[in-house]
């Protein structure tokens, strides 16, 4: 994903390289658009359907993250943060959408997060806007149950992209202690492939390749589809998954309260040495 003709000039000349190693005559083609904007969606696709046929794979990977303290962000950044994470997946979706089930064939990929299922300090205009893709991901799911057309969810671990070195920029501390003791950076080569895997296999919950957050994702799977063998081993999770969930929550739960007198000091009004013993409460 990107916007710079540099890197997707260089991104087109590595696949066209890989196609022809592979003999397979591929022709890749690239597109820049605004996924906020529904007409320029339309209009691209349009352009590129007839340039290279209908679309059978659709990856809505397009996002960014917000990082910032919940009283500190003024409402337009929650607007925006939906604008693109919820809507541009929308926008393209609802433009492949017909096509894809007059045709009974195709596959979508909507890319969600580790945070479409649980919420942590500074992400509280990110992390909603992952949920609601959650939540389309899996109504599609059911909606296209008796079609030919698949859809699966993805929720990728944190990955070394120039997205992540501007979420770092406003970081707030507590965030990334917080990420950094449970969950690692993913190299974006390695979170394609166990994602690409997924994609191919049909799967509807894609895996990722962190451990933690994989043992996560099958825990609070809830209302989706498994299969019966899938069935034991979900058990076996659902009956660990809670002594996880404790030790996970009261770690994140002690970062945020250790922090709680600096953060809020100005809408308390309190002076430090309140907030020091506030912090040890
Ligand atoms: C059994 C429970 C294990 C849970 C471990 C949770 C550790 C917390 C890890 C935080 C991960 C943050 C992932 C954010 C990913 C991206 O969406 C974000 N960086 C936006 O780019």
Same mark, same amino acid.
């Given at each position: 994903m990107?916007r710079?003709?540099?890197?997707?000039?260089?991104a087109?000349?590595?696949?066209?390289?890989?196609?022809?190693?592979?003999?397979?005559? +591929?022709?890749?083609?690239?597109?820049?658009?605004?996924?906020?904007d529904?007409?320029?969606?339309?209009?691209?696709?349009?352009?590129a #359907?007839?340039?290279? @046929?209908?679309?059978?794979l659709? &990856?809505c990977?397009?996002g960014?993250? !917000?990082?910032?303290?919940?009283?500190?962000?003024d409402?337009?950044?929650?607007?925006?943060q939906?604008?693109?994470?919820?809507?541009?997946?929308?926008?393209?979706?609802h433009?492949?959408?017909?096509?894809m089930?007059?045709?009974?064939?195709?596959?979508i990929?909507?890319?969600?997060?580790a945070?479409?299922?649980f919420?942590l300090?500074?992400y509280?205009?990110?992390c909603?806007?992952k949920?609601a893709?959650?939540?389309?991901?899996?109504?599609?799911?059911?909606e296209?149950?008796?079609?030919?057309?698949? =859809? +699966?969810?993805?929720?990728?671990?944190d990955t070394?992209?120039?997205?992540?070195?501007?979420?770092?920029? !406003?970081?707030?501390?507590?965030?990334?202690? =917080?990420?950094?003791s449970?969950?690692? #950076?993913y190299?974006?080569?390695?979170?394609?492939?166990?994602?690409?895997? *997924? &994609?191919?296999?049909g799967?509807?919950?894609l895996?990722?390749?962190?451990?933690?957050?994989?043992?996560n994702a099958i825990?609070t799977? *809830?209302?989706?589809?498994?299969?019966?063998p899938?069935?034991l081993?979900?058990?076996?999770?659902?009956? =660990?998954?809670p002594?996880? !969930? $404790?030790?996970?929550?009261?770690?994140?739960?002690?970062?945020?309260?250790?922090?709680?007198?600096?953060?809020?000091?100005?809408? $308390?009004?309190i @002076?430090?040495?309140?907030?020091a013993?506030? *912090?040890?409460g």
């Amino acid at each position: 994903m990107s916007r710079s003709d540099t890197r997707l000039r260089a991104a087109q000349a590595q696949l066209v390289g890989e196609a022809q190693k592979r003999g397979t005559g +591929s022709k890749v083609m690239y597109r820049k658009l605004d996924v906020t904007d529904a007409a320029q969606v339309l209009e691209t696709l349009a352009a590129a #359907v007839q340039d290279l @046929g209908p679309v059978d794979l659709l &990856i809505c990977n397009a996002g960014a993250a !917000h990082l910032g303290y919940f009283h500190e962000n003024d409402l337009e950044t929650f607007r925006q943060q939906m604008e693109l994470n919820f809507f541009g997946v929308l926008n393209v979706v609802h433009a492949v959408y017909g096509d894809m089930v007059r045709r009974n064939q195709g596959h979508i990929c909507l890319v969600g997060s580790a945070l479409s299922t649980f919420g942590l300090v500074g992400y509280s205009a990110y992390c909603p806007s992952k949920y609601a893709v959650k939540g389309l991901a899996d109504c599609l799911r059911n909606e296209l149950q008796g079609t030919h057309v698949k =859809i +699966s969810f993805a929720q990728p671990p944190d990955t070394d992209t120039p997205g992540l070195a501007e979420e770092n920029k !406003h970081k707030p501390p507590e965030t990334k202690e =917080i990420s950094e003791s449970g969950s690692t #950076v993913y190299k974006p080569e390695e979170v394609a492939a166990v994602l690409m895997g *997924g &994609i191919l296999r049909g799967a509807y919950l894609l895996p990722t390749p962190d451990l933690g957050l994989q043992f996560n994702a099958i825990a609070t799977k *809830g209302l989706l589809p498994r299969s019966f063998p899938g069935v034991l081993v979900d058990m076996l999770f659902s009956c =660990i998954a809670p002594l996880a !969930h $404790w030790f996970f929550v009261g770690m994140f739960d002690r970062v945020a309260r250790r922090t709680a007198g600096r953060r809020f000091s100005k809408l $308390w009004g309190i @002076g430090l040495e309140r907030q020091a013993q506030e *912090g040890q409460g």
